[in-house]
């Protein structure tokens, strides 16, 4: 954990901890409140490139444009870490997420848990706070389930973390299996490529996803 994750947890705690008891909801980004899918293809679209979401992963689909086979795994990682530099401020809101969150920050505290590189961290602050995200934003690299655990602990009321990647959802499982767990994938398309497990409640979308919450929450 770099100092300055251990800052964003150190002020997500307090912040909770100053709350607590409260009920509590951890919230991914990519995917879950942002179509990040399609705002990475749109932004390699500007550098000769494009995601051909053929299977559920990332970097083998990077294509040149007019390639067959897929860009050199490091040519995708390095992309991939420009888009988080400098592009990913303007990736599209997920259909509700936004109202959604909003009634749901009204019975319980919203802490953003997105593992992302550290470049991204003021493009994605902003993001979040023009799409009316204002809530504190944690970001992580590697598992999430210990800083879950640490979250849940400290707002000591009942908790949900909601993610579209099956290992973030076991990290949950694993570190902290009291906090309810959701799986959801934004883009329509990835979802239909997206792997689910039976240890993880899966929802198609916001709409879905509000009561569930809701009613987490509220155990
Ligand atoms: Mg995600």
């Given amino acids: 954990m770099s100092d300055e994750q251990a800052v964003d947890l150190g002020e997500a705690l307090a912040h909770l ?3 607590a008891p409260t009920p509590l909801a951890i919230i991914d980004v990519d995917e879950v409140l942002g179509l990040f899918v399609q705002g990475f293809d749109r932004w390699l679209r500007g550098r000769g490139h494009e995601l051909r979401m053929t299977s559920f992963r990332l970097f083998g689909n990077v294509f040149a444009v007019d390639a067959e086979a897929p860009a050199d795994k490091a040519d995708a990682q390095a ?10 401020g303007r990736m599209a809101v997920a259909p509700g997420a936004v109202e959604a969150l909003a009634r749901v920050a009204e019975r319980a505290a919203v802490v953003i848990l997105t593992n992302a590189p550290e470049a991204s961290r003021r493009l994605r602050g902003d993001w979040l706070e023009r799409q009316g995200l204002p ?4 970001v992580n690299g590697g598992a999430k389930g210990p800083v879950i655990r640490a979250l849940a602990d400290a ?3 009942p908790a949900a973390f909601v993610d579209d990647l099956l290992p ?11 906090v309810a767990r959701f799986q959801l994938v934004a883009d329509p398309a990835l979802r239909a490529l997206a792997p ?3 240890s993880h409640p899966r929802v198609e979308d916001w709409a879905e996803l509000e009561p ?3 009613a987490a929450l509220s155990s």
């Fill in 212 to 214: 569930r919450l809701a």
């Fill in 79 to 88: 992309l991939f870490q420009l888009y988080f530099a400098e592009g990913c």
């Fill in 135 to 138: 809530y504190p934003l944690i």
């Fill in 168 to 178: 973030n959802l076991d990290s949950a499982a694993e570190h902290a299996p009291q």
């Fill in 155 to 157: 707002a000591g009321g």
């Fill in 196 to 198: 689910a497990s039976p």
């Fill in 17 to 19: 901890r100053a709350r």
